[in-house]
Each structure stands twice: as structure tokens, then as C-alpha cells.
């Protein structure tokens, strides 16, 4: 173990160094590497070849859960202790999570809707209940403002809006593109937070116009839409946080191609079953 240890360090650290930490021989190491490999050692290193690419095609958003289920799903025989311990002793580490802040302004005089969802992040069929909020993105010309509508059958975002400033036609835009996406039902469930955008007349008029009913967390109650901040918790920490945006124009693409691109095509979400949101959708709409 120590023999194979210095093997997977060696480009980092001196081997002689590794060897006198380790308290074995340069000549035993050496030695070591001339043995023709066993077999478990070769499966090893087969598997993690393919936990690297796994890992590397996700940019290290993967822990060993996901990527244990996508090489099942690619057809690599594999327990999810022995992928964990490959990726221990490789470094290969999920990306960290950070903390952000909110954006909502309820200090207003609109009405507030009642909380139609009260916790329940379950929908039997799509287009049953839409949830949405804001957050920001920094750029180094100032902020960037997106609002996303997600179906909770699926999980998948179905609309989004982005722009400078932070306004009731920000969101606006961002539920009209969900129902041209989506054609709707009435009846369906919209539920946000009691922010100032989403309690507007104008907002309020268009979910009126399209038959839905109006649903709004309690005062400062972040995990009454707590499927909505996982979401914008996701994104921060496998996009955002990794990267520095010099105008909000790169901010937007990178955005775009990580919604449209990965999240809701690529990306496993064990809510799911370990499927994406469009494949969720797609196969269980067709069973």
C-alpha cells in the first residue's frame, strides 16, 4: 500500500523523499514497480481510470455516489465503497459548499398569497407545481440578476431570466419563457418567496391570466422553497464560485450552458433516482 502510495504521488513529491516519510527502500520501491501487476491491482487501475474520466467530464462536481451510479449506468461493475476508496486515495474530492445570501425584499404592501405547498416537494405529473426565486451572480461589472422557474416533478429549470437589475420584469420574463416552454395547465401550483417582485400586481396578474394558483413561503422561511435553494446552492458551488466573470455577457453564457447544458440534461440528481431531469421526465412519461 505505501509501494503503491508513492507510485500515485511521484510527480508531486520526490520519491527518495516519499520512501525515507514512508519508512520503506528506494530499491524495495523500485522492485515493486518491476513485479508484473495482480489482478485486483489491475482492476484497480482500470476502474480508476474510468473514476477519472467520470469525475473529470463533471469538472469534480461528482462524489463517489455519482459516480459510482454513472459508471452502472455505463456498464462498469462496481461497489460504491470500493469507487469511494479509489477517489480517497486519488484526492479526487466533490467540490466544497459555500454559503450565499438572499435577495427577497418582502417589506411591501402587496398581498400575500397562502402556502399552498407547505413543504411538500412532490408532484405526481409535470406541470403540477412551479417553484422560483432570484440570486445574484457577481461579475466584475457589477451584479447579475437570475430568476429561474423549476417544475418539482422533475426538478428540471423550464424557464429563466437574467439582466442587470433586479425587477418584477426580471421574473416576469422568466415565467412567460416556462409557459411558452411548457403550455401549462390551470390549476397549476406557483410558489415562491413573498419578495416584492412576485407579490407585484403585474406578476400576480399573469399567474391570474394563466389559471395558476398563487403560493408564497412564510416571512424569512428559506426551506419553504428549499428545492429552489438547493438549486442556486448547486450552481454556486460547481459554477460559479469556480469562476471570475469579467462582464456579465460571459457570466450569461457560462450560465446558460450550465442550466440548458448540463443541469438539466447531464447532471444526476439522487432526488431522482441518480437520473437527469430530462431523462426522468422523458422515461417515465413513456412507461
Avoid at 461589472?141 to 426580471?170: C, F, H, K, N, P
Avoid at 450552458?257 to 422523458?282: A, C, F, K, W
Wanted: aromatic share 12%; proline share 3%.
Amino acid at each position: 500500500m505505501r509501494y503503491a502510495f508513492i507510485e500515485r504521488h511521484r510527480s508531486e513529491h520526490g520519491v527518495e523523499k516519499m520512501c525515507q516519510v514512508l519508512e520503506v527502500t528506494r530499491s524495495g520501491y523500485y522492485a515493486w514497480r518491476k513485479r508484473p501487476l495482480g489482478g485486483r491491482r489491475r482492476e484497480d487501475e482500470r476502474l480508476l481510470a474510468a473514476v477519472k474520466r467520470v469525475y473529470g467530464q463533471n469538472k469534480g462536481n461528482y462524489g463517489s455516489p455519482r459516480v459510482t451510479k454513472q459508471l452502472h449506468a455505463e456498464g462498469i461493475r462496481c461497489g460504491k465503497n470500493r469507487v469511494a476508496r479509489l477517489m480517497k486515495a486519488n484526492g479526487l474530492q466533490a467540490t466544497a459548499k459555500r454559503k450565499f445570501k438572499v435577495t427577497t425584499d418582502s417589506r411591501h404592501d402587496y398581498p400575500i398569497a397562502p402556502n399552498l405547498l407547505n413543504r411538500d416537494f412532490t408532484a405526481a405529473r409535470p406541470n403540477q407545481v412551479w417553484v422560483t426565486d432570484i440570486t445574484y451572480i457577481p461579475t466584475l461589472e457589477g451584479w447579475l440578476y437570475l430568476a429561474v422557474v423549476m417544475d418539482l416533478y422533475s426538478r428540471q429549470i423550464v424557464g429563466w431570466a437574467m439582466d442587470r437589475t433586479l425587477t418584477r420584469e426580471l421574473v416576469i420574463r422568466a415565467l412567460r419563457q416556462a409557459i411558452g416552454r411548457r403550455k401549462p395547465p390551470q390549476g397549476l401550483i406557483h410558489h415562491s418567496d413573498r419578495g416584492c417582485q412576485y407579490a407585484s400586481l403585474e406578476y400576480q396578474s399573469l399567474l391570474k391570466e394563466y389559471g395558476f394558483l398563487s403560493s408564497m413561503s412564510r416571512k424569512g422561511d428559506c426551506y419553504d422553497n428549499a428545492c429552489i435553494e438547493s438549486f442556486f446552492h448547486t450552481l454556486k458551488v460547481e459554477l460559479i464560485h469556480r469562476e471570475r466573470y469579467w462582464t456579465r455577457v460571459q457570466a450569461r453564457q457560462s450560465i446558460f450552458s450550465y442550466i440548458e447544458g448540463y443541469y438539466n440534461r447531464v447532471r444526476l440528481h439522487s432526488t431522482l433516482g441518480y437520473m437527469s431531469p430530462y431523462d426522468y421526465e422523458r422515461m417515465r412519461l413513456a412507461a
